[in-house]
């Protein structure tokens, strides 16, 4: 690469990180105290992908596969000619959260993409005022949250790309239902340095949810992070540092080691859990263009998650 172009893409992505930490530096600020709680649709902070549980979410500087829609739109331009995905999450308690990730290279370079997110559980017991004072049972009820996800990722110029989301967010809770829009912003670029790449996405940008005459906002979010492959590409390290609208700055390692061409396992550790110990893991299983992956994080008395998902890439010829 000359000299010059390398200097126009640096000077590109100061501008894209310039640029999107003037957004976060709008946002509402805080006090530690009163973060908890302030914001709706929290099923959107979940991470998506066995893979990328199984790092701690650790992905906004790999974005390697389909499922980077729900960590950095623009590294859908790593993926394949098509690239399809589908995951189920038992998550804590009856809790169950189910996605589904297409993304397809279009003639002109750039990729559009789309997932489904739905996040369901069991019969939630109902109660009622009792005329005699305190409570009685009322009818059970059952409460769904889901995200309908349009993306696009456009490459910029040599190493760095460009990608957003257009978010529809629904949630329904027994007869109250309440719905809005946000968007993704995302930037990814691959250093002149062989097998490092940096990200960096705002996510949730959007006016929040209202149920009846209470408004939350969304969990707006900045995330930066950097990954690097090493041992001849076979081990990924990556590093992830995320500012939500509703927390303190957390940070995310993840590991990835391939074993063999067809199997890998994964670790990662997060410091934003107030429950467990921060720690996951996981396997992969590859076999020709499909990937069949598992992920697992414990959360002491509340029990553990278990993430199993497929993906189906077809590359270019």
Known sequence: ???????????NLITLVVG???VVISMPVYAQDEYTGITSANFLKLDVGARQAAMAGAFVGVADDVNTINY???????????SLTAMHNQWLQSIKYEYLG?????WWDGVIGGSLAYLHMGDIPGSRFSPGGGYEKADDFTAYDACLTFSYAQPWSDGLSIGANF???????EKENASTIAFDLGAFYKTPIDNLSFGLCLQNLGSGLKFIKEKSDLPMNLKGGVSAKLLDERLLIALDANKPIDNKINGRLGFEYWLIDTFAIRAG???????GSGFSGGIGLKLMNYQIDYGFAPYDELGDTHRISLRM???PE
């Open 269 to 275: 550790y997060r410091t934003d859990v107030d429950i």
């Open 167 to 173: 978010k529809i967010i629904y949630e329904k809770i």
């Open 102 to 106: 297409y993304a397809q290279r279009m």
């Open 1 to 11: 690469m000359r000299i010059g172009n390398w200097k126009l893409e640096i000077g």
């Open 20 to 22: 999107i930490n003037l």
């Open 72 to 82: 950095n739109p623009a590294g859908l331009v790593q993926a394949g000619t098509i």
């Open 313 to 315: 890439d077809f590359l």
